[in-house]
Every structure is written in C-alpha cells, then in structure tokens.
T-cell receptor, first 115, second 114 residues
Framework: DAGVIQSPRHEVTEMGQEVTLRCKPI?????LFWYRQTMMRGLELLIY????????DSGMPEDRFSAKMPNASFSTLKIQPSEPRDSAVYFC?????????????FGPGTRLTVT | DQQVKQNSPSLSVQEGRISILNCDYT??????FLWYKKYPAEGPTFLIS?????DKNEDGRFTVFLNKSAKHLSLHIVPSQPGDSAVYFC?????????????FGTGTLLAVQP
C-alpha cells in the first residue's frame, strides 16, 4: 500500500493567493483528517470526514479555510485568501474504524509558506 | 485551551540511558491515550497506546505509564538509541465515542546523543 499521499510537498505563495492542498487516503479507510502543525500549538485537528461526510469542522480557524471530500479517495483543503500566519505544515491522515483503535496513518505533509 | 500538554519542548539523553517524556491532560473524559513519533519531513507514526483501564503498557523498549488521578502519562524508552531521536506527540481520545478524533499535544523533541 502506498500510504496516505499528499500533494504538493511544498508550497510557497504570496499573501492573498488561493492555496489548495490535496490528499489521497489509504484505500478502504473511512475516516480522513486534516491537521495543521505549528510550533506553538502542535498538531491541531482542523476537520475530519467519515464516509466522505464532514463530521467536525470546529478546528477550522476561519472562513478562509474550506475542505471537501468528493469521493472516498480524494480530499482537498483550500485557503482563500492565504495569509502569512497560515504558514505551517499541513497533514492529512486516514483511519478505519475496524483497524487498531484510533491509530491514524499520516501522510508526509505539505509545508506551506505564505509570504 | 490546550487539553493535552507536553511542557518540555525538548529533551537530550545519552545513548543507552532512559528517556522519559511526559504528558498532562485536563479533560477527565479522555480514556484512551497514544504516543506518536515523528521524524523530520515525515508524518507522525503510531508508537504505543494505553487504555484508561490500565496503568501500564509495554512494547519492547517502550513503556507508557498512566496516572489517572494526576491526569498524567509518560513514555519511557529504555535503552535509548540514536534512532529514537524524533519529535514525540502525546494524544488523547474518548473510547467508545462515535468518532476516533484525537487531541494532540505540542510535542517533545528527543535528541539521543551517541
């Protein structure tokens, strides 16, 4: 299995631009999570999906952030417009209710830099 | 409001000695805890977990201890090896909930010196 795939691995953009991060979860997993890692707050859960349906988006910082999961094999996290404080590493993770309880499989992350 | 806290941002240990990483939580509803390990430029990977019905879980060189009354858990690595150098995240969740949502701490960077 290829694991969780994220693209791009690095993204540098200017303030005000739209940014789209992509994730392909592990086949058969029915949960998908988006996290943001910063020094100050560690790993923050932004939003998660179950069977392609958003369950909890309480961690999404503001309306500039949106996430979609059009099918079981693809999800996007969009920031529009981007700001310098959005600079962080964004991780996607997936898991299965049938797997080791609460073990989530993370992708390699996307390092976002907003100048 | 940080429900899971790792108050030591970094820890340095000599190879062969014990590494002890600490984690505190505030939510008494948490009853399942995990440790994840993260190398640079990679995503976190699951290391070890413990349910609140236990106070200790061991897996090879790694042992997690849980003190529910103190709302504290720790990860012991014995003996420490240079390959253990990584960021360690503590995470917590509520077992039996409708989700497997995890709340992570800020992480502790462990450096094992040869």
């Amino acid at each position: 299995d290829a694991g969780v795939i994220q693209s791009p691995r690095h993204e540098v953009t200017e303030m005000g631009q739209e940014v789209t991060l992509r994730c392909k979860p592990i086949s058969g997993h029915d949960y998908l999570f988006w996290y943001r890692q910063t020094m100050m707050r560690g790993l923050e859960l932004l939003i998660y999906f179950n069977n392609n349906v958003p369950i909890d988006d309480s961690g999404m910082p503001e309306d500039r952030f949106s996430a979609k999961m059009p099918n079981a094999s693809f999800s996007t996290l969009k920031i529009q417009p981007s700001e310098p404080r959005d600079s962080a590493v964004y991780f996607c993770a997936s898991s299965s209710q049938g797997a080791l309880l609460y073990e989530q499989y993370f992708g390699p992350g996307t390092r976002l830099t907003v100048t | 409001d940080q429900q899971v806290k790792q108050n030591s941002p970094s820890l340095s240990v000599q190879e062969g000695r014990i590494s002890i990483l600490n984690c505190d939580y505030t939510n008494s509803m948490f009853d399942y805890f995990l440790w994840y390990k993260k190398y640079p430029a990679e995503g976190p990977t699951f290391l070890i977990s413990i349910s609140s019905i236990k106070d200790k879980n061991e897996d090879g060189r790694f042992t997690v201890f849980l003190n529910k009354s103190a709302k504290h858990l720790s990860l012991h690595i014995v003996p420490s090896q240079p390959g253990d150098s990584a960021v360690y995240f503590c995470a917590a969740s509520t077992y039996g909930g409708a989700t497997n949502k995890l709340i992570f701490g800020t992480g502790t960077l462990l450096a094992v010196q040869p």
